[in-house]
């Protein structure tokens, strides 16, 4: 392995550590909140409106989790209707500009994500300022899954492990 690959094969260790961790204790963290809203409606008759907010983001933040964790195993979502009519030599020629398009897509929808976000700061009243701060999984999750894409268009063709 050459020095670059080693470097790509470590960020990529590191932020597939991180992405499970982060949708590890969302997940337990959902769990939680979610089971003590219940009780606390079903038992007490109360409850806390700030618990449906954070329950609605810690969602966006499993998903987006997700979809960088499928990314980085190359098992992402693929629409391609015509892949059971192609063959396989030129399924390879298109692998990795089909991957480019991937990670330019990405990062587009992570800019206008990040502008989003940056509007809805400027308007956002102070008692939703939580829910401002856990929006910012809409830019940073497509900034996770662009990055994984780059980090698949970089690696060499032998570290992929599954067809696009």
Wanted: glycine letters at 4%; hydrophobic letters at 50%; a neutral charge.
């Amino acid at each position: 392995m050459s020095l670059s690959e080693n470097i790509i094969f470590s960020v990529r260790k590191n932020l597939v550590f991180f992405e499970k961790t982060i949708a590890g204790i969302s997940l337990l963290l959902l769990l939680i909140l979610a089971l003590s809203q219940v009780i606390l409606r079903n038992v007490f008759d109360t409850g806390f409106s700030d618990i449906d907010v954070i329950s609605r983001h810690l969602v966006l933040f499993i998903a987006f989790m997700g979809a960088a964790l499928a990314t980085d195993s190359n098992q992402h979502i693929k629409v391609d209707c015509l892949n059971s009519i192609i063959s396989t030599s030129f399924k390879t020629k298109i692998k990795r500009p089909l991957i480019l398009i991937c990670t330019i897509i990405s990062g587009i929808f992570c800019w206008y994500a990040g502008r989003f976000w940056l509007d809805e700061r400027l308007y956002a009243p102070n008692n939703e300022q939580l829910a401002l701060y856990m929006a910012l999984i809409l830019p940073l999750g497509f900034f996770t899954l662009s990055l994984h894409f780059l980090l698949l268009l970089l690696s060499p063709e032998d570290h992929h492990l599954a067809d696009t």
